[in-house]
């Protein structure tokens, strides 16, 4: 079983930048693809970005490209996403998830285990 904590969400300006943590607990951390969701009000739960184990495989929303960053640091089994020029259509909660297999995927049916979320306002 693993148990994920987002942090770092919070109200930011267009054009800004958040960095947003999930911490880990358990020792298969290191063995897991990680992904990052979000949800705005009244939408549905749509993939941003994803990092496999090892971190030398990475797949981005085209919505985020260029914007975003994922990394991960097994040692400290955290994942991060580094959001810069936010923009106010970037609102949402925003959730870590961790899968049993090693590469990607970008279905959130594929994730096993979820944060409760980060909420992640842009205002304009």
């Known amino acids: 079983q693993v148990q994920l904590v987002e942090s770092g969400g919070g109200l930011v300006q267009a054009g800004g930048s958040l960095r947003l943590s999930c911490a880990a607990s358990g020792r298969t951390f290191r063995n897991q693809a990680v992904g990052w969701f979000r949800q705005a009000p009244g939408k549905e739960r749509v993939f941003v970005a994803a990092?496999?184990?090892?971190?030398?495989?990475?797949h981005y929303a085209d919505s985020v490209k260029g914007r975003f960053t994922i990394s991960r640091d097994n040692a400290k089994s955290t994942g991060y996403l580094q959001m810069n020029s936010l923009k106010p259509e970037d609102t949402a909660v925003y959730y870590c998830?961790?899968?049993?297999?090693?590469?990607?995927?970008?279905?959130?049916?594929?994730?096993?285990?979820w944060g409760q979320g980060t909420q992640v306002t842009v205002s304009s």
């Open positions: 998830a961790t899968r049993k297999w090693s590469n990607i995927d970008t279905s959130s049916s594929e994730y096993d285990y």
């Open positions: 990092i496999n184990w090892r971190g030398d495989s990475i």
